[in-house]
């Protein structure tokens, strides 16, 4: 309220004085302008003395190079210009040609230059010795750690050392590291996606044959219905929720979020379904219900195309929208709403990511996701399909090469044929390779021992029961001894005070990263732990394959820091 001083008293302005005034933007803009300048000339600075900024100092000297990489923060794999001066990563734009991100950033990418120049990077290889790190050389480093690691390989076997790989590596050195763990001489190896989307790859792969994303960040442009379940882009992958947005705004594609929070995805949706942790299934059941009762499937792909409906529909059945609304906590009417939306959309694309599948029954939640598709005839058309979205840059491509523990590259498994094929790929002797093996058998096959180069290593979730069970429920020669983090950390893992302990009772630990990790200070070892200074992926080179398995190149930006060397 505005109040006019009248004769030494106060006075209230007249009704409606104000409003019969008014201020639009143009008087309050001037009026704005005056009262700054008064304020200036108030504090006695005359306007002779206000002149424009300018940067101190000369520009610095060298011509700058534009160079094209691919961001590493998430599986999208948005295009960077890199911008870089006598070596050093002064700038960055984002790619407007590039297909995913269009000239879009999020936040996390806007920043990745700060992952080359970090003040945090490991500068030079360190060693614990007697609770206090100390700076030692590369030609130490790899002398003491390889002699460690023979003996240990000479008392214990092959199986007593454990490779842990990374999703951050290129293709090229996830390849090279799935080799060296074979020349090793075990299948103890493993990286980030057996945490994340191995019961997605089970799931889809165990549904039609193979495990990934089935179509691509831009062909959601064509979907005229999105369904996300366990996945919240607008936070995890904020690049690919502008393509969600197109099929919106361009299709009209309702958006249905299913998830127990109430996300910054889910403020975007349609339709919400909050339901309670773990009822995936049941809600996807529920909504196939209403797809079966009323007559919404596609019965003619169904006929063509899919082996097994039919006792889906007996299970589906038993879901009627009171059990549905009992087990999940959603209200049948919500639930007939959201199955509606995808009914009369078509075609609907399916996205989740790891809130479907990182349960006790996550090949459950996959498989479901998959059969709902199939049911309204979904996939193998543009705008449909099932997009997972991944986490690292380059998780599609480490577990493409192999870095697991029950496959080489290229899903080639541990049969007989699939070493021997590798072999001749790699020029080696298949006897020589069978030799880097413990000899004998830990497990049988319709009673026949198998050979332990075709058994299944230990993943990355148990290498803790791998040091600390008793040698004898272990399946192998000797518990696991030393292991490498390499482009791994702890955190993204469960059962913290037991891994603690296993850290505790190795005899080597190794780890491996551009910076120092959890790795180096959960535990209370005083000794035997080495951090060794990795580059990051800008300062080499190498493909990184994308969640929607699309191959792109990264090139070098700058030199390895301080004494940082390449994975590879």
């Not at 029950?406 to 080639?412: A, Q, R, V």
Request: glycine fraction near 10%; aromatic fraction near 8%.
């Amino acid at each position: 309220m505005k109040l006019r001083k009248i004769s030494g008293r106060v006075a209230e302005p007249a009704p409606h004085a104000a409003s019969s005034r008014g201020l639009n933007r143009r008087d309050f803009l001037r009026r704005s302008g005056l009262m700054a300048g008064g304020a200036l000339l108030a504090s006695g600075i005359a306007p002779g003395m206000m002149r424009r900024a300018t940067a101190a100092g000369e520009a610095p000297a060298g011509e700058v190079k534009v160079v094209r990489t691919i961001c590493s923060h998430c599986s999208v794999g948005c295009g960077i210009l890199a911008e870089v001066r006598n070596g050093v990563w002064e700038g960055q734009e984002p790619a407007f040609d590039h297909p995913f991100n269009r000239g879009a950033h999020c936040a996390k990418g806007a920043a990745i230059r700060e992952h080359g120049h970090g003040e945090r990077r490991l500068k030079y290889p360190m060693k614990l010795v007697n609770g206090k790190w100390k700076r030692i050389s590369w030609d130490v480093a790899i002398n003491e750690i390889g002699n460690r690691l023979l003996e240990i390989r000479e008392q214990s076997g092959p199986d007593s050392v454990y490779w842990l790989g990374s999703a951050k590596h290129s293709n090229e050195q996830a390849y090279l590291f799935r080799k060296l763990a074979a020349m090793w001489g075990t299948n103890n190896v493993d990286h980030q996606a057996r945490i994340c989307h191995s019961t997605t790859v089970a799931g889809v792969a165990n549904t039609w044959g193979y495990g990934a994303m089935t179509n691509s960040y831009n062909d959601i442009h064509n979907s005229r219905a999105v369904l996300l379940i366990g996945s919240n882009p607008a936070e995890a992958h904020p690049v690919a929720l502008q393509h969600i947005f197109k099929a919106k705004e361009e299709n009209n594609a309702p958006i249905i979020v299913i998830d127990p929070r109430f996300t910054r995805t889910a403020a975007h949706a349609d339709h919400f379904l909050q339901i309670r942790p773990g009822t995936d299934v049941p809600i996807v059941w529920g909504m196939l219900w209403h797809i079966f009762e009323n007559g919404w499937e596609d019965r003619e792909f169904i006929r063509q195309r899919v082996y097994g409906m039919e006792e889906i529909r007996k299970e589906v059945a038993r879901w009627n929208p009171e059990e549905v609304e009992r087990v999940t906590g959603v209200p049948g009417d919500k639930v007939r709403a959201a199955a509606r939306a995808m009914a009369e959309n078509r075609p609907g694309t399916f996205i989740w990511c790891m809130g479907g599948t990182q349960h006790t029954i996550g090949n459950n939640n996959t498989r479901a996701y998959c059969i709902f598709q199939l049911a309204l005839g979904n996939m193998g058309v543009s705008g449909g399909g099932t997009n997972i979205f991944r986490g690292h840059d380059n998780v599609q491509g480490a577990t493409d090469l192999g870095v697991l523990a029950n496959t080489l590259p290229g899903y080639y498994g541990l049969k007989p044929g699939s070493w021997a094929h590798w072999a001749r790929v790699w020029d080696l002797d298949l006897e020589w390779i069978k030799s880097r093996f413990d000899s004998g058998s830990y497990e049988k096959s319709k009673g026949r021992p198998v050979p332990v180069m075709n058994t299944k290593g230990i993943p990355v979730s148990r290498w803790i029961d791998g040091v600390l069970e008793e040698k004898g429920n272990v399946a192998q020669k000797d518990n696991l001894r030393a292991i490498f983090f390499w482009g791994h950390a702890p955190n993204s893992q469960t059962r913290g005070p037991e891994m603690k302990r296993a850290m505790e009772k190795l005899d080597l630990l190794v780890v491996v990263d551009p910076y120092p990790t959890d790795t180096a200070v959960m535990s209370d070892r005083t000794d035997g732990v080495y951090l060794l200074p990795a580059a990051t992926q800008f300062e080499t080179y190498g493909s990184v394959t994308a969640s929607n398995r699309s191959l792109q190149w990264r090139d070098k930006v700058i030199e390895p820091m301080f004494e940082s060397l390449p994975d590879h």
